[in-house]
């Protein structure tokens, strides 16, 4: 049997390589294939090859004729484009209101998927896929908040994960020099919380166990924030005492700008939580947890679902009508449900997101619909122009696609200027300033300028020598 | 005087060692068994059309042959004036290069 490359390549070999040369180069591709072949190339390697050179020879044709403006595609040239670009002076009230139109639509459809993935973000630590949180979740009557006697029962018997830590968000005064306490979003970890999350200080260290003790001295860990406006970026902070609740406690490490786990805390203090002697009992926290090597997400849930059998086989109250639920750590900590915010529930199957954006989509197709009507508009008033080309002989495809490049430079521009000012508004809306004061670690906006600045700053190794870092520091991550 | 790319340069001299042979296909594998540089069919074609439009080289479509899906080859042949422009090249590069190699070599060049 002859080797051939399949119908389905062979199709796309057809609809991808167009243009004079086609035909000359589609054969060349037969006949290669069967070469490699007979060289004793398997058939795979061979339809990997041809596919290779598919992709290949139709871009390198398709460009030498757009260069040589003579299109691969019947119909459209450049001649259009220019054309439409003409008119697009030549009736600049249609342009400006078309431009108008799209410019508001785009970002105005492209918004709650910006929002949803701002705040509905992994946070900026390495690996924060493999970061997961624990809750108890009860289907219809909410769950019960975990405590220092779960975190010990999951500590002992779940292998899955490296190791566990938790998290209580809380509010304390903190007092300036001035003597004056003003509340600061704070939380208590345990120390294992920074070693999960893998940020090193910029200064000083991170809790350690001993830290953790009841009676222990009290220590504080400063975030970035806090150390330029409370301590004015002293760079001989480490050791020194701030009073935090009206007391004295001793500062032992500063970390990196941006660093604000689990939200937006400005100061982590020991989680000193005995575990209590009865389930259920005892203040809420936040249980997570790194997974260990090679434990996939299934298999820890797995190893939580028979670790809460058990648990729910020894304590029916109040574990029996729960299950422990495995979830990412914004969904943990944001209180989304498991899957995301995506995954939250709207109007029957559409999902909350689905809904938002279906909402959105809907405003950005009536402008699509206006600026249609308007070109429609503009059309009819050439008829005349078009009876001329008409009867100079020029075929209904030449005039069909005329309109169409016409309408694209149109479209394309106003695209150009929708997506500029998206990335405008979403800089300023959803930017540093005011977005990240309410959503702070998890607000990751993904627009093309930051996005490389967060490359670069991946990418650069930032000392830590003196104490003044520039505002916008690096994250300092173990490798 | 006519000018040639480096890759003309290339077909060129892959046409003419092929003589009467010189189609797509042999003219690619020629190229990546010399040179070790693979090029897509669609790259040969657009510098042949391009030589071929400043009177470098011509061609002909042949018999259809098998393997081809029942597409005929086309065959390239250099033109006098493609012969005079790759000798004036290769001169030109010669001219220029000769004794060079060892200085290459001592840059780091293998």
């Known amino acids: ?479 | 005087m006519e000018n040639l790319g480096s890759f003309e340069q290339l077909v060129l001299f892959a046409v003419l060692r092929l003589g009467e042979g010189a189609y797509g296909v042999t003219i690619r594998e020629t190229l990546e068994e010399r040179t070790g540089r693979s090029v897509s069919s669609g790259a040969i074609y657009t510098a042949l059309a391009r030589l071929e439009a400043r009177g470098l080289v011509s061609s002909s479509v042949g018999e259809p042959i098998a393997g081809r899906a029942g597409r005929p080859p086309k065959y390239y042949r250099i033109e006098a004036a493609g012969a005079r422009a790759l000798r004036a090249s290769y001169e030109d590069l010669q001219a220029l290069a000769g004794g060079l190699v060892g200085k290459l070599t001592a840059l780091g060049a293998r």
């Open chain 1, 1 to 479: 049997v002859e080797p051939s490359p399949g119908r389905l390549l062979r199709a796309f070999a057809c609809l991808f390589i167009r243009g004079p040369h086609a035909p000359y180069v589609l054969g060349d591709l037969e006949e290669s294939l069967q070469r490699d072949v007979a060289r004793g190339v398997s058939v795979r390697r061979a339809r990997v090859r041809f596919l290779a050179d598919t992709l290949a020879s139709g871009t390198t044709l398709l460009r030498d004729g757009v260069r040589r403006s003579e299109s691969a595609w019947p119909g459209a040239s450049w001649i259009d484009v220019k054309l439409g670009w003409r008119l697009l002076w030549k009736t600049p009230v249609l342009t400006a209101v078309a431009m108008l139109a799209l410019a508001i639509g785009i970002p105005v459809g492209l918004a709650p998927l910006h929002v949803i993935e701002a705040v509905d973000s992994a946070p900026p630590v390495a690996h924060a896929e493999r970061i997961l949180g624990l809750r108890f979740e009860s289907i219809g009557r909410g769950g019960l908040p975990a405590t220092a006697l779960d975190l010990a029962v999951w500590r002992e018997s779940l292998a899955s994960f490296e190791s566990l830590g938790a998290v209580r968000q809380v509010q304390r005064n903190v007092a300036s020099d001035a003597g004056v306490g003003s509340p600061v979003p704070s939380a208590e970890v345990t120390a294992s919380a920074f070693a999960i999350l893998g940020t090193r200080p910029l200064l000083g260290r991170t809790l350690s166990p001993p830290d953790e003790v009841q009676d222990a001295e009290p220590v504080v860990v400063l975030s970035h924030g806090l150390w330029q406006s409370a301590l004015d970026g002293d760079a001989g902070v480490v050791g020194s005492t701030i009073y935090i609740g009206g007391a004295p406690h001793t500062v032992i490490g500063v970390m990196p700008a941006g660093f604000n786990f689990p939200v937006r805390e400005q100061l982590w203090l020991p989680l000193r939580d005995r575990p209590a002697s009865e389930p259920g009992q005892g203040v809420g926290l936040f249980v997570f947890g790194r997974l260990a090597d090679g434990v996939g997400e299934q298999a820890a849930e797995a190893e939580v679902a028979a670790v809460h059998a058990g648990m729910a086989a020894r304590f029916p109250e109040p574990y029996g009508g729960l299950r422990t639920e495995v979830v990412s750590l914004t969904s943990l900590v944001a209180n989304f449900p498991k899957g995301g915010l995506a995954a939250a529930d709207g109007i029957g199957p559409l999902s909350l997101l689905s809904v938002l954006q279906l909402m959105a989509l809907a405003l950005l197709l009536v402008a699509c619909a206006n600026v249609g009507l308007l070109i429609f508009a503009r059309t009819a008033t050439r008829a005349p122009e078009l009876a001329v080309r008409g009867a100079l002989g020029a075929s209904r495809t030449r005039m069909v696609s005329q309109i169409v490049v016409e309408a694209l430079v149109l479209a394309l521009l106003a695209a150009a200027v929708g997506l500029l000012l998206m990335d405008a508004l979403a800089g300023t809306l959803l930017g540093d300033r005011n977005f990240k004061r309410h959503f702070g670690f998890y607000c990751k906006v993904q627009l093309a300028g930051q996005r490389c600045q967060r490359l670069r700053r991946g990418s650069r190794n930032r000392s830590r020598v003196g104490g003044r870092v520039a505002g916008d520091s690096a994250w300092v991550l173990n490798p």
